[in-house]
């Protein structure tokens, strides 16, 4: 693995977090000499019919597709992690398919489904890889995410592993995912979070996103939310609590939790996985990578890639980190990321 080298002013997970949230987010278009990529809107079904809106490329001579959402937050019209996979992947021959996940952008529009954290977004996945094929996107298919989006994608290779016999893909049609930061255990990473001061400060910044989503969504389904439920979301449990459990049947949040977080299943898994985890990423609690290590090391269809430095989703290189890697941006994470996509190719 080519070495992960920072600045040394980064050398700090909430150093590098904020970084590249507040910085990087505004200049990175500097890093990367490519060409944005010329998208097709879509609207895709994801699992029980719920629409899904997304957008399609195919390049000439595509070695493959890549099928990419965001983290907790957001929309495609802001996500710029994610207009870096796709720039990079595009020149690189790969066609794309990217997605407002539920209850996230046009999505949100188009349907008053809210998230489970992976229980159906990893069905949703496969089943956009489906249609993507249909519309003439080429396999095989690589799901990818990172935060919250890598615990989607860790289920898409979990739902990858019984293809439904009526979607059209071929066994094979899935090669692999690569998740970047995921969330593994989120009982774990969210008492670690609010247990600090600076945690709640930014468990705090992400609850005020959630509850402006919840907004948005009562402004498209009004018929579908409580007002009062949304002005009583007021952290990540609270939107979860209010909001989610009860339309997924769970009695508790915790119990939510437990059963969406992808590291009990991890161990399992047969679809070729590479994580890519920052041991000093500030959202996640440190106790989960001993675990970690461990379903890794025992499951060999698992690649990780464990660095001292990171952050959340930051791996923002230094020029030293560059010159070691072969780089010529600093996104040390993306272009590891393609490297592995590559490689497996090169293996099949």
Request: net charge negative; glycine share 8%; proline share 7%.
């Amino acid at each position: 693995m080519p070495p992960f080298v920072p600045p040394w002013f980064l050398q700090n997970g909430l150093a590098m977090t904020l970084y590249t949230t507040l910085v990087s987010s505004q200049t990175w278009p500097q890093s990367i000499d490519l060409p944005p990529v010329t998208y097709q809107d879509h609207i895709f079904t994801g699992q029980g019919d719920v629409p899904i809106f997304g957008r399609w490329t195919v390049p000439e001579r595509s070695k493959g597709t890549i099928v990419a959402t965001y983290g907790i937050t957001g929309s495609l019209d802001d996500q710029w992690q994610l207009e870096i996979l796709g720039r990079k992947a595009h020149h690189q021959g790969y066609g794309l398919v990217v997605f407002d996940w539920r209850a996230h952008g046009k999505t949100a529009d188009l349907s008053p489904t809210l998230t489970s954290d992976g229980i159906y977004e990893g069905e949703d996945y496969v089943a956009l890889a489906a249609q993507a094929k249909a519309l003439g996107c080429a396999p095989p298919f690589w799901f990818m995410g990172y935060s919250l989006s890598g615990q989607l994608a860790l289920w898409g290779a979990k739902a990858a592993m019984q293809l439904p016999s009526d979607s059209g893909l071929a066994p094979g049609d899935i090669a692999g995912v690569v998740v970047i930061c995921p969330s593994l255990d989120s009982n774990r990473s969210l008492r670690y979070l609010t247990a600090d001061p600076l945690g709640k400060f930014l468990e705090r910044s992400i609850a005020q996103e959630l509850k402006r989503l919840a907004q948005r969504l009562y402004e498209a389904h009004p018929d579908h939310f409580d007002l009062a439920a949304i002005d009583r979301a007021n952290s990540i449990w609270g939107f979860d609590h209010e909001l989610v459990i009860p339309r997924l049947g769970f009695a508790s949040v915790e119990d939510y939790y437990n059963a969406s977080s992808p590291l009990p299943f991890m161990a399992d898994l047969t679809t070729p996985t590479l994580i890519l985890y920052a041991a000093d990423d500030p959202l996640f609690s440190p106790e989960i990578i001993p675990d970690l290590k461990k379903v890794c090391a025992a499951n060999p269809k698992i690649d990780l890639m464990l660095t001292d430095y990171g952050g959340h989703v930051g791996y923002y290189n230094g020029s030293a980190g560059q010159r070691q890697a072969g780089d010529s941006d600093p996104w040390w994470a993306w272009n590891r990321a393609l490297d592995w996509v590559e490689r497996q190719t090169t293996l099949d």
